[in-house]
């Protein structure tokens, strides 16, 4: 069952507690028993997995023992020695017990090393199905579930370990937020996931560290330096297109540094949905997962993709680009599951690139929207205190300005108001079939939850999720009005979900619409465009000079470079 792997993977890249950029031995893959901390992963993802196999014996009129004969061929191959090592462990006993009729829960209580609490169940007792007698003790006639041939040296390793290929490539991402292939250290990369061009502009030369996007460097032999797509020598006056195009056009680059609104979090639907699994949903799972279950190159900040109707993109970034197409590819996002303001401040803002001497001056937006109030512990006592926030911003702004070039920007956008998740979503149904309230308390149960404070019944711990929010949103006014840089300016803006909100459902809309459907929690695609256009639109009207002139040789660029090699080629 290589479901196994793809919703324990989704349960724990969504889960900011145990992301995988905490320490590794925390990381949800690492089962202790009698531990619901990490146990809990394996317990959904197992109850998930049984209920979307059921529906999908029922949607292909399938028997259970023919969907897991052929259910490893729907994943790419590097899944496919641990999907048949998980059917030859678990395959008989989850077909004797789903034609008894038991429940995803019971089946994965009864399973060996998978469920530790049988009291957390996500399936509600009125929805079980009553079991006769006669079905308890029903043995189906069929012949013995065919036995998947696996190496023996990969089998004994995948028994040791079954997840272990999987923990070596989290390994190698849990302690460093920059491109895993970059050969001259520039923090660019060719290379489009693991960190690369989804997450900051291609790199056009991968041996010269001097050459990257936003260096402001220019030569008069025509060489493109910022990986902009302009270059060459004007032949009638001998000038190279760089500077006259885009020399004192005031470029600006684009960044962000936060969590997984910044970095986009975005479960593909379809991984969730029995009705719409194929043997072709998990083509590109090895892809999303190498970029974390995030989509930077679709977010408000630094998408790049180009929009369609059914992907609505818009970003600061593109804004940018169309008043300066000399901006080209110089985008950078930081976004790191599970991040708070100390996580940024201790590291991830070190994985920004840009030389105070060489480089263009950047936009920054900062945005750690709630991850320090509302989290996977259960309590209210691991909110970051106000002073505490204040010193890890602080800490992160002055290391901003040894590194920002003169004339940056850095753009705060505040907390969030989650009530907004229970009040939208809590007595909807989930993807999986049952409501969202029920898939909230179920994670709680687990100890596996993204943010139990907010994803919960209990009024009282969302209001007091949402006070502290908005207790440390009202740090940054106080620190733009008490702290002076150098090479930046500041500018806070709350953050506009509730308004983003209230303009759609004045237009017809409903609030839900605009939440991503499978976890519940983040801001979907269509939101994420129009928090783009919010923030731009709001920066256009408050701080016009953070957007630099319309480049007036934007048209001849285009003329003469086209789409300057857009985003994938070098």
């Known amino acids: 069952m290589r479901f196994l792997v ?11 507690s145990y992301s995988l950029f905490n320490n ?40 259970i023992d023919k969907l897991l004969d052929e259910i490893c061929s729907y994943f790419p191959a590097q899944f496919v020695p641990i999907c048949d090592w998980a059917v030859n462990k678990y395959g008989e006993q989850v077909i004797t017990m789903v034609f008894n009729k038991e429940t995803p829960d019971d089946i994965c209580n009864a399973l060996p090393d998978l469920c530790t609490n049988p009291e957390c169940r996500l399936f509600p007792a009125a929805a079980q199905r009553q079991k006769s007698e006669q079905a308890t003790t029903f043995k189906p006639e069929r012949s013995p579930l065919r036995m ?6 990969v089998n004994q390793k995948i028994e040791e370990s079954p997840w272990q290929w999987i923990k070596d490539l989290i390994n190698r991402l849990a302690n460093s937020h920059e491109p895993i292939e970059d050969l001259d ?18 790199d056009c030369n991968d041996l010269d560290k001097g050459k990257h996007p936003g260096s402001s460097a220019s030569e008069a032999d025509g060489t493109d330096w910022n990986c902009n797509g302009i270059y060459g020598i004007n032949p009638a006056t001998k000038q ?32 969730m949905n029995a009705s719409e699994i194929t043997p072709t949903t998990y083509d590109d799972l090895l892809a999303i997962l190498e970029n974390e279950f995030d989509w930077p190159e679709r977010s408000m900040s630094t998408g790049w993709e180009n929009s369609t109707a059914q992907v609505p993109i818009q970003s600061i970034y593109l804004n940018m680009r169309q008043r300066n197409l000399c901006n080209h590819r110089d985008y950078q996002n930081m976004g790191v599951n599970g991040a708070r303001a100390g996580a940024v401040a201790n ?26 109030v509302c989290n996977g512990h259960h309590t209210v006592d691991t909110m970051t205190e106000p002073e505490q926030f204040r010193q890890q911003v602080l800490q992160t702004l002055y290391y901003l300005e040894k590194q920002l070039p003169n004339g940056s920007h850095v753009l705060f956008l505040g907390l969030v108001d989650g009530r907004i ?13 049952v409501s969202y309230a029920d898939v909230y308390a179920y994670l709680n149960c687990l100890y596996i939850s993204p943010c139990y404070l907010w994803m919960n019944s ?113």
Not at 195 to 200: A, M
């Open 6 to 16: 793809v919703l324990l993977l989704i349960v724990g890249l969504s889960t900011p």
């Open 24 to 63: 590794f031995n925390n990381f949800p893959f690492k089962l202790n028993e009698g531990d619901p901390n990490y146990g809990g992963s394996n317990c959904a993802a197992c109850t998930i997995i049984v209920g979307l196999l059921e529906q999908m014996t029922e949607i292909h009129n399938k028997t």
């Open 148 to 153: 998947r041939v696996i190496d023996p040296f």
């Open 185 to 202: 250290d520039d923090f660019y990369s060719m290379s489009s996931t693991l960190r690369g061009y989804s997450w900051r502009g291609k």
């Open 240 to 271: 190279s297109y760089e500077q006259m195009l885009c020399g004192n056009s005031g470029q600006m680059g684009v960044a962000v540094v936060g969590d997984s609104v910044g970095a986009h979090f975005s479960i593909p639907p379809q991984y």
């Open 347 to 372: 590291g991830i803002i070190e994985s920004m690139n840009r030389n105070q001497t060489i480089d263009h001056p950047l936009l920054l937006i900062y945005e750690v929207v709630g991850n320090d």
């Open 421 to 433: 998740l229970w009040n939208s979503l809590h007595n909807r149904t989930h993807p999986i079939g």
């Open 458 to 570: 209990n009024e009282t711990l969302r209001n007091a999720a949402s006070d502290r929010a908005a207790e440390l949103s009202a740090i940054y006014p106080e620190i733009i009005g008490n702290y002076t840089f150098n090479n930046f300016d500041m500018y806070y803006l709350p953050f506009p979900l509730t308004q983003i909100m209230d303009e759609w459902i004045a237009k017809g809309g409903q609030a839900w619409q605009l939440i991503e459907p499978v976890d519940g929690f983040h801001p979907n695609q269509i939101t994420n465009a129009l928090l783009a256009d919010f923030i731009w639109n709001d920066l256009n009207t408050n701080k016009p000079n953070w957007l630099g002139a319309i480049n007036p040789n934007n048209d001849l660029i285009t003329k003469l470079f086209g789409d300057q090699q857009g985003y994938q080629n070098n």
